[in-house]
């Protein structure tokens, strides 16, 4: 029977788990969950309502969707696409209704039922809360540098070596091991172990027959055949550092912007279709933008910080943000401008809004024009003014601030140590990876849930063959 550890009870967890269970129903599937519920953060994912895909029709190129690993979700969507999602939560009890703004909800608009779902599908899985896995390594398996004394091909840690007990353990109890007892927890701080144990036990043991035993990877000491690695976004891997694995260095996507001009925040709550940019690079989004009382959020902010990510964490989340508030060019804007002024000659520019009234006023004034000044006055200085605020009014970024309802981490495991037709680390057969522990990220929409979907299941589909 393989046996098969998944560290992290979250979406890319469950998925892979529940697949696993319908794919390959005699493996023994063991998920480690530090927290104490699991699918946690899928709870309250989409504000409650669980946003868990998108039908992709509102973006130019799968680059618009994930800044970080397309090529992988390219491929990724192709194994499991987001119309694979729909089917199988419809199957799982969950229809889904699709919103105008081409995201997927559960028609009920509660998050729980996904969470619901995707725990019936695990039944018979192994599910350990309170777990948190401080070490994976890769322990001695059959082979014959563990006979010749060389050791394992691949030594990480001295921790490598406490396995061996566990898998003569495993041989002589064909019942499986219980967590406790049986195997060395991982617990032990790895200078407490004994050098002793450094030397593969099984080696002295006369009973014990490596064929019979082929996990060769450790998670908190405990063997398994596999290993699947979704843990999420995270500041840190202290459990994959002995590995040697290359990590692009996370950084936090998906934020508002602090905007510290009293102008704009007076605007508070107003939603304008616009276009953002950041001065002096290329990145740019487009899309509902929505001003708070501390600077820029909704999705064209939200969008933009994930584009420029990387970017803004290098440069201290310092900037200046440009809002063409038309998304039109400079010619287009000036066409509008100048047939609102001929038509309108003896108004108040003011009281003439191409724009929400409040937001017109603001601009205006941010122009540089009286508030009582007339479309005939505004003459082509006005004009210009008026077409450059409009097209491109700027203002100082200062700093993050953590949206409260979405939230992801851009880098994470790196792409090139896996094949990515299946997740498993080319540097350590048995040990895959899938979620946000990837290096892929999304903006917001439901793409990075159905990163979670379409990696996990690809794992599944690897181990199941
Ligand atoms: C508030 C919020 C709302 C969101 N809404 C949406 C949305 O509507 N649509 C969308 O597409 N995306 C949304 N996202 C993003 C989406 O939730 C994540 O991209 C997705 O959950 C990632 O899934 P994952 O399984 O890779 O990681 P996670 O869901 O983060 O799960 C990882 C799990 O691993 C566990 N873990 C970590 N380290 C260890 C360890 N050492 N040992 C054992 N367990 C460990 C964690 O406790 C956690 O339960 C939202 C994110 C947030 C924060």
Redesign the pocket.
């Known amino acids: 029977m393989k046996r098969i550890a998944i ?7 469950c998925y892979c788990a529940a697949q696993l269970r319908q794919m390959k129903a005699d493996a023994s599937i063991t998920v ?4 104490s519920k699991p699918l ?3 709870a ?3 504000g409650g309502r ?3 895909t998108n039908d992709f029709e509102g973006i130019r190129s799968l680059a618009d969707a994930y800044p970080r690993g397309e090529r992988l979700m390219k491929r990724a969507l192709k194994a499991f696409s987001q119309n694979d999602t729909i089917r199988w939560f419809t199957a799982q009890g969950v229809p889904c209704v699709l919103q105008e703004d081409h995201c997927w909800f559960p028609q009920s608009q509660d998050a729980m039922d996904v969470v619901r779902a995707l725990l019936r599908a695990m039944k018979g899985v192994d599910l350990r809360l309170n ?3 401080t070490s994976i390594t890769e322990g001695p398996a059959a082979d014959e540098n563990y006979f010749s004394g060389r050791g394992p091909k691949n030594q990480f840690s001295p921790a490598i070596a406490t396995p061996a007990r566990a898998c003569h353990s495993e041989r002589s109890n064909p019942a499986g091991p219980s967590a406790e007892g049986i195997y060395f927890s991982g617990g032990r701080p790895k200078n407490q172990i004994p050098s002793a144990i450094a030397t593969p036990a099984r080696a002295f043991d006369p009973a014990f027959d490596p064929n019979k035993c082929s996990a060769h990877l450790y998670v908190n000491g405990e063997p398994f055949d596999a290993v699947v690695v ?5 500041q840190r891997f202290p ?1 994959l550092e002995g590995l040697g694995l290359e990590i692009v260095e996370p950084v936090p996507s998906l934020f508002t912007f602090n905007v510290p001009d009293k102008g704009l925040r007076a605007l508070m709550g107003l939603v304008v279709e616009a276009q953002v940019g950041l001065q002096g690079t290329a990145f740019k989004a487009e899309g509902p933008l929505l001003i708070t009382d501390w600077g820029l959020s909704g999705p064209a902010a939200l969008k933009l910080s994930s584009y420029a990510a990387r970017y803004l964490a290098e440069n201290g989340y310092q900037g200046t943000v440009g809002i063409n508030w038309l998304s039109a060019n400079e010619g287009e804007v000036r066409a509008r401008l100048q047939e609102a002024s001929a038509r309108n000659p003896q108004k108040q520019v003011s009281n003439t809004p191409l724009l929400q009234a409040r937001l017109w006023e603001h601009l205006v004034q941010r122009a540089g024009l009286r508030p009582d000044i007339r479309w005939a006055e505004l003459g082509s200085k006005g004009l210009n003014r008026l077409t450059a605020v409009l097209t491109n009014d700027t203002y100082p970024v200062s700093g993050k601030s953590k949206f409260r ?4 981490t851009a880098g994470g495991v790196a792409l090139s140590q896996l094949d990515l037709g299946t997740l498993e680390c080319k540097q350590h057969p048995g040990l895959y990876f899938a ?3 990837l290096d892929v990220d999304a903006i917001t929409g ?5 990163a ?1 979907w379409s990696t996990a299941f690809i794992c599944a589909k690897a181990l199941a063959k």
Not at 7 to 13: E, F, K, L, N, R
Not at 446 to 450: D, S, T
């Open positions: 560290i992290g009870a979250g979406a890319a967890g480690f969950e530090a927290g946690a953060k899928v309250i994912t989409g669980c946003n868990l777990t948190r896995i979704t843990t999420g976004g995270a459990f309802e979405e939230f992801v979620g946000e522990v439901g793409f990075n849930l159905q979670a």
